[in-house]
């Protein structure tokens, strides 16, 4: 079974630019997930999706950060305009009905 | 590839010792426990889980104690190999919203 695709893997940008990551989740999982984890922590959810419904986006800094996931299956993540304090791995994952969080390898964005 | 976990709290042990990872959850709602294993560039991995009408699960080398009245969750490695050696999280999820929540995870160092 395929598991959950990101890419790209690493990103280096300017503060004040723009970045989008792509997360592509497993086959069937209705749930996705975008989690933020900087270095030395838990990941954090940034924003939950239920399908394409918005479950969960009460830590998305939503001034600076949007997701949608259209057809309730491929999902990006947007930052614009960067911060320094950004800079983090970006973790999305999926899951089937209520059980465990499937996690993709994360996309680490270092903003300069 | 980036070191997760510079600054969380360690556990070193020798291989072939058992090893305990203790986690405190925080909300007493949650009926869903999940441990999972992050190795360096890697998206956590599930390891086991456990629901709250239990109390212990097993697994292979694995067993999850869950402790409800002092909300404590406990992994058990048995005969801890170098290839266990990771950030282990604890995450929570109340059915309601199928959130997970992590913990700030604990680093674990197995020494040959």
């Known amino acids: 079974e395929a598991g959950v695709a990101q890419s790209p893997r690493y990103k280096i940008i300017e503060k004040r630019q723009s970045v989008a990551f792509w997360c592509n989740p497993i086959?069937?999982?209705?749930?996705l997930y975008w989690y933020q984890q900087i270095l030395g922590q838990g990941p954090k959810l940034l924003i939950q999706?239920?399908?394409?419904?918005?479950?969960?986006d009460s830590q998305l800094p939503k001034d600076r950060f949007s997701a949608e996931r259209l057809k309730g299956v491929d999902s990006t993540l947007k930052i614009q305009p960067a911060k320094l304090e950004d800079s983090a791995v970006y973790l999305c994952?999926?899951?089937?009905?209520?059980?465990?969080?499937?996690f993709g390898q994360g996309t680490r964005l270092t903003v300069v | 590839g980036e070191s997760v976990g510079l600054h969380l709290p360690t556990l070193s042990v020798q291989e072939g010792d058992n090893s305990i990872i203790n986690c405190a959850y925080s909300?007493?709602?949650?009926?869903?426990f999940i441990w999972y294993k992050q190795e360096s560039g890697k998206g956590p991995q599930f390891i086991i889980d456990?629901?709250?009408?239990?109390d212990k699960r097993q697994g292979q080398r694995v067993t999850v104690l869950l402790n409800k009245t002092v909300k404590h969750l406990s992994l058990q490695i048995a005969a801890t190999q170098p290839g266990d050696s990771a950030v282990y999280f604890c995450a929570e999820r109340f059915t309601g919203g199928f959130k997970t929540i992590f913990g700030a995870g604990t680093r674990l160092f197995v020494k040959a």
């Open positions: 086959s069937g999982h209705a749930t």
């Open positions: 456990i629901r709250s009408n239990m």
């Open positions: 909300n007493s709602a949650s009926d869903y």
């Open positions: 999706f239920q399908n394409n419904g918005v479950v969960d």
């Open positions: 994952a999926s899951s089937f009905m209520n059980t465990e969080a499937f």
